[in-house]
C-alpha cells in the first residue's frame, strides 16, 4: 500500500468506512455462493463421507496420486529441458545475423505457437502409434512432450528475443566499447542478462507446462488429471477426486508462481531494477526503465499464461 | 488429403471453433473487467478476492475447469443452460458450458491485462490529474482509462489468441469443434501430416489475422510518452 | 502338461514371463487398484497363464487401451491380450484372436428405480451418456432412437454422477462394461442393467497374427476353462453382485484357430 | 530547531497562504519528515534545497496531500487541508503542481492539457478556457504548438505548458519539485524565466530547485533540509554567503565547486 | 567553414591521435554530422559543445564506430577505423568510453565490470587483472564498493566505476558523452574531479559536456556544435570570453544565465 497508486488517493476516513462497508458485503456475497453450492452438492450426495474419506487414505495416494504426480513432474521436467533447448536454440536464431537463418526460426516459431497443444497431442500420439515411432507406454508421454516442448520452446523462444530486445541498448554498447566481438557481448553480456531477466517468465512457464500436462489424459499419458479419473472409477467419486486433483494442481502451481515472484524480486534488487541515474534523465528515462524488466515479465504474463490451459 | 473436406464437415467444426471463441471472449472481457475492478480497487477483502479468483482459475487445467463446467454445474447443480426438455438440450449445455468454462478461465488472464494497461500508466499522470483538481471519477474518465485502455490492447490480443487455441479444450466435454474433429478424422484415417496441416493451418488462419489487428491497433492507438 | 510353456510370441525359448494386456479401468473385467489387478478378463488371463505353466507372479500386466491393442501385439509389446477385445473380421487382418471366451453385448444402464427404458428404441427423447468416440452411442442413435440426445464424457465414470443426478437417462456400452460399474460398493442399488443387449460383442483373447501354436493352447484353455467352472465363476464374482446374467450366446463356443 | 522556530515569525508583514506545523511522516521505518514547521507568506517565494533523500519532494507533495502526513497540520490560506473527496479536490484546483517529469497528459493535445481542468473543474466553457489557454500559452512561448501532443515538444516546452496548465487554475500558490532537472541545460533558462516572471508578478511559490541562480534572483527566503529536518532558513543573501550549518556549508561546498 | 578548417593544423606541437575528416551521418533524411573535420592530438582535451540534437553524441559514437558514418574517414593513432570484426573489436579496446547511463554490466560485480574487458580482450589472467582493478577502483574511490553490484551504487559511484573500466584496458584516447548529466547534483563533482586527474595525467580525452567549469578547468580546446557542423574550436578561454559565432554565444547566454 505504501507505493503510490494510479486510481487512488490515500483514503480519508470517509473512504475508509466506506470500504469497510464493502468489505462487509464482498464477504456476505461469497459466504452465500459457497453455501448455496455446499447445500446442493449435499443434496447430490456428493458431501457424503465415504467419497472424501477414501482421498486421504495411503493407499490412493501411493497408488494413484504419488504416481500420478511423478508423471506429471516427469513430463514436465522433460517438457522443460527440451523447450528450454528449443527456445534457446530459436530464439538466437531469430536474432542471428544471418537472414535466411532468421527467417526459418520466425516462421517455425510463428507456426508451433499458432497450433493448439491439444491438436498437437492428438496428432502426435496418433502418429507415433501408428508408425510405432515409441514403445507403445512409451507414447503417450512423447506426444506429451513433443507438443509441450514444441510450443513453449516457441514461447521461451520469444522469452529470449524480446529479453535481448529489452536490455537497455547501452549495455549491448558498452561491450562494444570494451573490445568485446559482437558475438562474445552476446554471449557475455547480453544473453546472461536477457536469461535472467527471463527467469520469472520462465519459471511461469513452468506452470504453463506443469498445467499442460493435463492435457495428457487425451492421449491416455498417466499424469495426475488421469489418476483423477481411475480413482472416479475405482471408488465411483469422482468429482471428489476431481476436485481434490484440482486443488492440488492449484497448490503446486501457486507455490511456483510464488517462486517465480520470489525470483523476481531478487533479481531486481541485485541488478534488473530501476537505476537512480536513468530516472534522473526524465520522462523518457522514467518510461524505458521499467520496459526491460516488465517487458519480459509482462511478456510473460501474456504469452506464457494466457496460452496456457 | 483434401477429401477429408468432402468426408468430414471440416468447416461446421471450426465454425463452432469461431462460436465458442466469440462467446467466451465476451464473457471473459466482462468477468475479466469486474475482477480487475476488484484487484484495482482500494478495499482490501475485494483484492484479495480479486487475487483469489485469479490465482485459482490461473492455476487450474482449463481440461478440470470444463469438467468442472458441464458436471459440477450442469449434472450435479442443475444449473440448466438451454431450455428444458428441448431436443437439443445436452448440446447446448455442452457448448454452453464449455463457453462458461472458457469464459470463467481467460477472465483470469484478461483482468491480469487489464491491470498490466493499468501499469502502463505512470503514476504522475494520475498525480498530475489530481493536483489539478480531477475528482477520482473525472481523473478515472479523463486521465488514466483512456492510456490504460490503449496499454491494455496488446495483451488482450495476446489472451484473444490464447483463447482461440483453448477452444479445444472443449472436445474433452464432447463439443464437436475442430479438434474433436481432427481425433475423430485420424481414428477413422490414418495420423498423416497432411490431416495435421490442414487443422493446423486452420488456427493459424483464424489466429494470425488477430494478431496482426491487435498489434498494429496498439500501434496505432499507443500513448506516445 | 503346460510345462513346455514358452508359446509366447517373442522368443518362446522356455521362458516362464508373459506379458499380458489388459484394461486398467474398467470395473469388473480389468481394474488396477493399487498393484492388484481384479476383474473378469483378469481371471481368464491369470487362467490361460496357468495353463501356459506361468505363475501369477510372473505375470507383466501391461495397460491396452483399446487404440493400442492391434500395435500393442504387433510391436511384441504383449504376449496376448485380454481386455473386452471383441473379434472382428477388420480385426482378423491384422491379429489373430483365441476364443471367443465370452459373448457381450451392448446394452443400457439405467437408474434403479427408471422403468420407462426397457431397451435402445425407448430412448427417443431421452439423454445417453458415452465415452467420446465410442461408436456404441452412436450406433444407438442411427439403428434405434434418432432422436436420442448424446453427451460424450473421456471416461465412463464421469457419466455416473449425470446418470445418478439425472442429468441423463443411460449410459451404453458393453453390458459386462455396465455390470462392472454396477456392482461397484458405491453404486450397489443405485443402477441396474435394462438386460436387452443388442448386439454381439465375441470376446476373443488376441494375439500375434499366424501364432497358431499359441492360439490353440490358449483355446485349450479357455474350453477347460469353461468346463471347470472356472469362466463361470469368474463372471459371478466380478459381474454377478449387478444382478448380471449373462445373455444369449453364453457359454460361448471357442472357433477353431486359423 | 531553533531555527525551525524562529522561521514561524515568518516575514511579519505577509498574510500566511501556507502554514505548516509539526509535520511528521515515515515511509516504513524511514522518517522522512520529522517534525517540520513552515509558513509561506502570501506571494512570498520559497526556494527549498537539501541533498538527494533529504525529503524536499516528500514535503512538497504533502502540500496538496499527494502524500499523507502522520501527525501536524497544513493550512493554505486559512483552510486546513481536507483529507478527501470534492473538497479536497477543491483544494488542489487552487494549489498549482509542477513536477520535475512534467506529467503533461500524454494522450491529450497541448490545449486540452491547459483546457482540462478550467473546464471540468472550475466549469468553464470550452470557448473560455480555449481563449485563456491561448494566452497562457503565448505568455510561456508555446502558442505555435498548442494542436501538438507532449511527445512531439522538447522537455523545455513541456515543463511550460505544465506551467501553464497550473496557471490556468489560476491558484493561490505554486509548488514546483525540481522543475528544471530534467531538462537539457540549454533548455533550463527558458523554464527558470517563466518562473522568475512568475515570482515578480507576486505568485506565491514553493520550489523545490537546485538552480542556484533561481535561488539567488527570486527567492524571498531559502529553506536547507536535510535527513528530514529543516536545518536552516535564511534569506538567499545570508544563506549562501554565510550558512549557519555545517551540513549546509558541506552541501554548497559540493554543488557550487565545478 | 573558416573555423573547422583552421583546427586541421591543431596543436602543431602534438602528434595526431584521434583524426576526422570529412565525415557525413545522416538519420533517415536528418544529417547530423555535416563534414566534420577534427584533429585531436596525443594528450590533448577536447569538450565538445552544443546544443541539444547538435550532434555531439553522434560524432563522439562514430569515433569507436557505435555509428557508421557515411563519408570521410576517421583514424586513431594513425589507424583507420576498422569496419568489422577483430580488428574492430581491438580497436575498441584501445578507446575507452564512458556514457551518461553507466551502462554498467547489470549482472557482473563490480570488480568483474573492471575485469571484464581485460580478461577476455587483453586475455589477461584474472589475478593480475584483479589486482589492477583494485587499484583502480582505489583511484577512483570506490574499493570499498569492489563486490557489490552497480544497482547497489548511487549514480556518482557508478560512473566512477564506468571510468574506472575503461582505464583497464590502458586506452589510449578516453570518450565521454555527457558523463554527468544523470547525476544528482552532489555527485558531479565526485565525477568530474577524477576526470580533471585524468586530464591532468596527459590521457587523451574527447568530453561532450555541459559542465562550463570543466571546460574551463582542464580543456585544451572547445569546439562547439550546431545543427550537425563544427561551428567554432577555440580554446576555453577564447571561447567563454569572446565566442566568435552568433550561435556559440546564444548558446552560452542561455546555459550560463543561471
Ligand atoms: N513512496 C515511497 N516509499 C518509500 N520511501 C520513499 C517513497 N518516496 C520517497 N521515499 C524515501 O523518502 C526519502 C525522502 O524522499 P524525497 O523524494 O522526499 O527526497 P528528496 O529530497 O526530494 O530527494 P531528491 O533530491 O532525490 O528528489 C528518500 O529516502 C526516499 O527514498
Ligand atoms: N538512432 C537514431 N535514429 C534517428 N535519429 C537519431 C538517432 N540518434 C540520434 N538521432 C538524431 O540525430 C540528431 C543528433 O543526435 P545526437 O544524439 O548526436 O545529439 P546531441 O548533440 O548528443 O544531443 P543531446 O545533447 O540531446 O545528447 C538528433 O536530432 C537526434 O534526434
Ligand atoms: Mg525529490
Ligand atoms: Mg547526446
Request: hydrophobic residues 45%.
Amino acid at each position: 500500500m505504501s507505493a503510490p497508486s494510479v486510481l487512488f488517493d490515500a483514503p480519508g476516513p470517509r473512504a475508509r468506512r466506506r470500504h469497510a462497508v464493502l468489505t462487509v458485503i464482498g464477504l456476505l456475497i461469497v459466504a452465500g455462493i459457497l453455501a448455496a453450492v455446499a447445500l446442493k452438492f449435499r443434496a447430490e450426495g456428493q458431501l457424503e463421507s465415504s467419497l472424501w474419506t477414501s482421498l486421504v487414505t495411503g493407499e490412493v495416494w501411493s497408488f494413484y496420486i504419488l504416481p500420478g504426480l511423478v508423471k506429471t513432474l516427469e513430463a514436465a521436467a522433460i517438457s522443460i529441458v527440451l523447450a528450454m533447448v528449443f527456445g534457446i536454440v530459436f530464439g538466437m536464431g531469430r536474432l542471428s545475423q544471418v537472414r535466411v537463418v532468421r527467417w526459418v526460426s520466425g516462421v517455425v516459431v510463428e507456426f508451433f505457437r499458432a497450433v493448439p497443444v491439444l491438436l498437437m497431442m492428438y496428432f502426435t500420439f496418433r502418429y507415433y502409434s501408428d508408425n510405432g515411432v515409441f514403445r507403445n507406454d512409451v507414447n503417450p508421454l512423447a506426444a506429451v512432450v513433443t507438443a509441450l516442448t514444441l510450443y513453449n520452446g516457441s514461447v521461451i523462444a520469444e522469452l529470449v528475443r524480446s529479453g535481448v530486445y529489452s536490455l537497455p541498448k547501452g549495455q549491448k554498447e558498452a561491450g562494444l566499447s570494451i573490445g568485446l566481438t559482437p558475438s562474445q557481448t552476446l554471449r557475455s553480456i547480453q544473453l546472461p542478462q536477457a536469461l535472467t531477466a527471463m527467469l520469472p517468465a520462465l519459471v511461469g512457464q513452468l506452470v504453463v507446462i506443469l498445467k499442460d500436462t493435463a492435457l495428457g489424459t487425451a492421449v491416455l499419458y498417466p499424469e495426475l488429471l488421469q489418476a483423477a479419473r481411475d480413482i472416479g472409477t475405482s471408488y465411483s467419486n469422482p468429482i471428489p477426486a476431481y476436485l481434490f486433483i484440482a486443488l492440488i494442481f492449484i497448490l503446486i502451481n501457486y507455490a511456483l508462481t510464488v517462486v517465480a515472484g520470489r525470483v523476481e524480486t531478487r533479481l531486481r534488487r541485485r541488478g534488473g531494477g530501476p537505476r537512480r541515474g536513468a530516472a534522473v534523465t526524465g520522462v523518457a528515462g522514467a518510461g524505458t526503465v521499467d520496459a526491460p524488466t516488465d517487458g519480459v515479465a509482462g511478456q510473460g504474463v501474456y504469452t506464457g499464461d494466457a496460452s496456457s490451459r | 488429403m483434401l477429401d477429408i473436406f468432402e468426408k468430414y464437415a471440416v468447416f461446421s467444426a471450426f465454425w463452432m471453433t469461431i462460436k465458442l471463441t466469440f462467446f467466451s471472449a465476451i464473457g471473459a472481457l466482462v468477468i475479466g473487467t469486474v475482477v480487475a475492478v476488484m484487484r484495482v480497487s482500494p478495499v482490501a477483502v475485494l483484492r484479495r478476492l480479486g487475487a483469489f479468483y485469479v490465482n485459482t482459475v490461473r492455476n487450474t487445467p482449463l481440461t478440470l475447469l470444463m469438467f468442472f463446467s458441464i458436471a459440477g454445474m450442469y449434472y450435479i447443480l442443475q444449473l440448466n443452460l438451454a431450455e428444458a426438455g428441448s431436443p437439443t438440450e445436452l448440446v447446448d449445455n455442452g457448448v454452453r458450458w464449455a463457453i462458461v468454462a472458457l469464459a470463467v478461465y481467460h477472465a483470469a488472464f484478461v483482468c491480469e491485462a487489464i491491470r498490466s494497461g493499468i501499469n502502463t500508466v505512470p503514476v504522475g499522470q494520475a498525480e498530475a490529474a489530481r493536483s489539478i483538481g480531477l475528482t477520482f471519477t473525472q481523473s478515472l474518465r479523463e486521465v488514466i482509462l483512456p492510456q490504460a485502455f490503449r496499454g491494455a490492447i496488446a495483451p488482450l490480443g495476446s489472451v484473444l489468441i490464447a483463447l482461440t487455441k483453448n477452444t479445444t479444450v472443449a472436445s474433452v466435454i464432447g463439443v464437436a469443434e475442430a479438434s474433436l474433429l481432427m481425433s475423430e478424422v485420424i481414428e477413422n484415417e490414418t495420423a498423416s501430416i497432411g490431416v495435421f496441416l490442414v487443422f493446423a493451418l486452420g488456427f493459424v488462419v483464424l489466429t494470425l489475422p488477430v494478431g496482426i489487428l491487435f498489434t498494429s491497433l496498439s500501434q496505432r492507438l499507443a500513448v506516445k510518452r | 502338461d503346460g510345462s513346455s510353456g514358452g508359446g509366447t510370441g517373442a522368443g518362446g525359448d522356455g521362458a516362464k514371463a508373459l506379458k499380458i494386456g489388459i484394461k486398467f479401468d474398467q470395473p469388473g473385467l480389468g481394474l488396477k487398484q493399487g498393484s492388484t489387478y481384479t476383474g473378469m478378463d483378469v481371471d481368464v488371463a491369470k487362467y490361460i497363464a496357468k495353463q501356459l505353466g506361468t505363475d501369477e507372479g510372473d505375470i507383466t500386466w501391461v495397460q491396452a487401451p483399446s487404440a493400442q491393442r492391434e500395435s500393442l501385439i504387433s510391436t511384441g509389446q504383449v504376449d496376448f491380450i485380454v481386455a473386452t477385445y471383441s473379434i472382428t473380421d477388420k480385426r482378423k487382418e491384422s491379429v489373430s484372436f483365441a476364443g471367443p471366451y465370452f459373448v457381450a453385448g451392448q446394452d443400457l444402464l439405467v437408474r434403479a428405480d427408471d422403468s420407462s427404458i426397457t431397451g435402445p428404441d425407448s430412448l427417443n427423447g431421452k439423454k445417453l451418456c458415452s465415452v467420446k468416440g465410442s461408436t456404441s452411442a452412436q450406433k444407438v442413435k442411427d439403428e434405434f432412437a434418432n432422436q436420442v440426445q448424446l453427451q460424450e464424457f473421456s471416461g465412463y465414470s464421469e457419466c455416473l454422477p449425470a446418470l445418478a443426478s439425472g442429468g441423463v437417462d443411460a449410459l451404453t456400452t458393453d453390458d459386462t462394461i455396465l455390470a462392472g460399474f454396477a456392482a461397484q460398493d458405491a453404486n450397489k442399488g443405485k443402477f441396474k442393467v435394462v438386460g436387452k443387449p443388442f448386439s454381439t460383442e465375441k470376446y476373443g483373447v488376441g494375439l500375434k497374427k499366424g501364432n497358431t501354436d499359441l492360439c490353440n493352447k490358449i483355446t485349450d484353455a479357455i474350453k477347460k476353462m469353461q468346463s471347470d467352472g472356472s469362466l463361470e465363476k469368474a463372471i459371478e464374482a466380478n459381474l454377478g453382485p449387478a444382478d448380471y446374467t449373462p445373455g444369449p450366446g453364453n457359454p460361448a463356443t471357442p472357433e477353431a484357430c486359423a | 530547531m531553533s531555527e525551525t522556530s524562529r522561521d514561524r515569525t515568518g516575514d511579519a508583514t505577509r498574510e500566511p497562504m501556507v502554514v505548516i506545523e509539526g509535520v511528521n511522516k515515515h515511509f516504513g521505518d524511514l522518517h522522512v519528515l520529522r517534525d517540520i514547521n513552515l509558513t509561506v507568506g502570501r506571494g512570498e517565494v520559497v526556494v527549498v534545497l537539501g541533498p538527494s533523500g533529504s525529503g524536499k519532494s516528500t514535503l512538497c507533495r504533502a502540500i496538496n496531500r499527494l502524500e499523507t502526513i502522520e501527525s501536524g497540520t497544513i493550512s493554505i490560506d486559512g483552510k486546513a487541508l481536507p483529507e478527501e473527496g470534492k473538497p479536497l479536490a477543491q483544494l488542489r484546483a487552487d494549489v498549482g503542481m509542477v513536477f520535475q517529469s512534467f506529467n503533461l497528459f500524454a494522450h491529450k493535445s497541448i490545449r486540452d492539457n491547459v483546457t482540462l481542468g478550467p473546464v471540468k473543474v472550475r466549469k468553464q466553457k470550452k470557448a473560455q478556457a480555449d481563449e485563456k489557454a491561448t494566452s497562457l500559452l503565448k505568455r510561456v512561448g508555446i502558442e505555435a504548438q498548442a494542436d501538438k501532443y507532449p511527445a512531439q515538444l522538447s522537455g523545455g516546452q513541456q515543463q511550460r505548458v505544465a506551467i501553464a496548465r497550473s496557471l490556468a487554475m489560476d491558484p493561490k500558490v505554486m509548488l514546483f519539485d525540481e522543475p528544471t532537472s530534467a531538462l537539457d541545460p540549454e533548455m533550463v533558462g527558458e523554464v527558470l524565466d517563466v518562473m522568475v516572471g512568475l515570482a515578480k508578478e507576486g505568485m506565491t511559490m514553493i520550489v523545490v530547485t537546485h538552480e542556484m541562480g533561481f535561488a539567488r534572483k527570486a527567492a524571498d527566503r531559502v529553506v536547507f533540509m536535510d535527513n528530514g529536518q529543516i536545518v536552516e532558513v535564511a534569506t538567499p543573501e545570508e544563506f549562501f554567503a554565510n550558512p549557519r550549518s555545517e551540513r549546509a556549508r558541506d552541501f554548497l561546498g559540493k554543488i557550487l565547486t565545478h
